[in-house]
């Protein structure tokens, strides 16, 4: 059973500023609820119940969101306001949250690293809360990695299609077909040139990571702009053993950027119209 949720959400999301000047991009609001609560929401459908997170400087808001507040909850007690708050306190009841601070912004792979002193020694899942993911007819992608962890144990990716200029902006797998939708890793490489890039399948903010993870991150030197890559130790793990990928079932937005952000809300929005 894997039991932790990392979210590293230290970075700067300088893509939103100004609004990410003093507002984490996390808690950014998808209608009504922001990115991070649509994350839990995922991680506790794949049965994990303690959701750690990675912040910086500026983050505060993201502990305020799974904390009670005390004067709002006196202030709308009983009245038709109150069941605004249920899915949040219904978050609340469920998980436990724990956070630590990355006080330098090292790179996603310096992130999770940081983030050991809230995993204990085994496995665990990771969201980037503004990859959005939703998948209407089935179970969503944090469960549908459980699966496959549960057969084979090891670290998994999720990965996507994407066409071949946009490889630049992700880290990028090859491998060997052993299943519909999963192959064994033997490449990966951080935002290639879309030239050098081995295939055009790319990793999105879902992984699986078993907790050797720490030790390879501890000895993985900076990579592509400078930063401690994660797509680089994972590379070290396929090698030494073995790392999955895998195709996802459903939709993924990129609500890190503003076109994505605006796809998602659209789609939400229809979506709740349609449930009128
Ligand atoms: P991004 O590349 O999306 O960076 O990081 P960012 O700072 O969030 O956004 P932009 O590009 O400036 O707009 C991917 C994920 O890794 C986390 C971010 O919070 C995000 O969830 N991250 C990245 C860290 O936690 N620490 C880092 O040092 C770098």
Redesign the pocket.
Known sequence: MIQTCL??????????LPA?KSLP??MMPILTKPLVHYGVDEALEANMNNMAF?V?RGKRALEDYFDISYELEHQIAGTSKEPLLNEIREQMRKATFSFTR?N?????G??ILTGKTLVKDEAFGVI???DLCVNENGEGVLAQMMKIYDRYRCSIVAVMEVPKEQTKNYGVVSGRMIEDDLLVVDDMVEKPDPKEAPTNLAII?RYILTPDIFAILENTKPGKNG?IQITDALKFQANRGMVLAYKFKGMRFDC??LDGFVEATNYFYNKQHDNK
Do not use: I, S
């Open positions: 979210f590293p959400a230290a970075g700067y999301g300088t893509r939103f990410t991009k996390e990675v910086g990355q330098e912004m090292k790179g996603l310096h992130a980037l809360a503004d903010g930063e890190g950027c």
